[in-house]
């Protein structure tokens, strides 16, 4: 098998495991370090600049933005719906479906096939949750209304209700594995 070193971890590893940095006259030219310590220095500096990636974020929410987001995830919704729902079996915990707080955002992510009864429902499941667990529960998207990659939508299957605490811990940057 064809490898090459790393230059941040140093190890020799398959070409499968560099990304692609862009075309050369010959084919593709490779990152020189591997997709994992590419991931971690993303990680590093996104961890360092929130304050400038909140400002973006703030920036793009434009009502134009959002409208192509809502007709990117019309588009998506059957993919979505299967990321969801594998993010929902993973954490069975927190997987019943709830409706957010998040009023402003909510009205601007509410498609045309919203699918009002199912999102009520969850809201009643909260509530129950809440008696019985005795603590605070909240609505979450399970994929971020508003975010500089993806847009969620406010419909049932992006719906789930987290413990309160833990809902606000998340901001608007989680996104389910494998996206
Ligand atoms: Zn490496």
């Known amino acids: ?9 140093g190890r020799s ?11 050369g006259a010959n084919g593709p ?27 973006y974020d703030a920036a793009r929410a434009t009502p134009e ?32 479906i709830h409706v957010s707080k998040r009023r402003a955002a909510k009205l601007r992510a509410t498609p045309p096939w919203y699918d009002a009864s199912a999102c009520d429902w969850a809201y009643v499941a909260s509530k129950m949750v809440e008696r019985m667990d005795g603590v605070r529960y909240s609505v979450d998207h399970i994929v971020p209304l508003v975010s500089d990659t993806v847009c969620g939508l406010h419909v049932s299957w992006n719906l789930a209700v987290v413990p309160h605490s833990e809902n606000a811990a998340k901001g608007n940057r989680w996104w389910p594995d494998g996206w």
């Open 29 to 55: 030219i490779l990152r020189p370090y591997c997709k994992e310590c590419g991931r971690a220095a993303n990680a590093a500096w996104r961890k360092a600049n929130k304050a400038k990636l909140a400002a």
């Open 1 to 9: 098998m064809v490898s090459k070193p790393c230059t941040k971890c």
């Open 13 to 23: 590893l398959p070409l499968a495991d560099f990304a692609v940095s862009r075309m």
């Open 65 to 96: 933005r959002r409208a192509a987001c809502i007709a990117w995830q019309h588009e998506n919704r059957e993919k979505l719906k299967v990321t969801t729902k594998r993010w929902r079996d993973k954490n069975p915990s927190r997987a019943v």
